[in-house]
């Protein structure tokens, strides 16, 4: 079972890592069409990055909660 958890948190540890990539990928193209004039276009991005942001927050806390209810303790905590 160890195993099975840890293919877990690899997994949204992955996933975390790519939302975080597309959410600053999103945010950058959203600058571009913004200096371009393309104000909605922009804002669309905005918005999709914010989205990406939010779901790796949450996954983030799947995650610490995940490790907290196996008894294990997080790694920012003392």
């Keep these: 079972m160890p195993d099975e958890?840890?293919?877990?948190m690899d997994?949204?540890?992955?996933e975390i890592i790519?939302?975080?990539?597309?959410?600053r990928e999103l945010a950058t193209r959203a600058h571009e069409?913004?200096?371009?004039?393309?104000h909605?276009?922009?804002?669309?991005?905005?918005?999709m990055g914010r989205q990406q942001r939010v779901k790796?927050?949450?996954l983030r806390?799947?995650?610490g909660a995940s490790e907290l209810?196996?008894?294990e303790p997080a790694e920012d905590s003392e």
């Design 5 to 8: 958890r840890r293919r877990r």
């Design 11 to 14: 997994a949204t540890i992955a």
């Design 56 to 58: 790796g927050m949450e």
């Design 61 to 63: 806390g799947n995650l």
């Design 40 to 47: 909605a276009t922009a804002e669309l991005f905005r918005q």
């Design 33 to 38: 069409l913004a200096q371009h004039g393309h």
């Design 69 to 71: 209810s196996e008894g």
């Design 18 to 23: 790519e939302r975080e990539g597309m959410a």
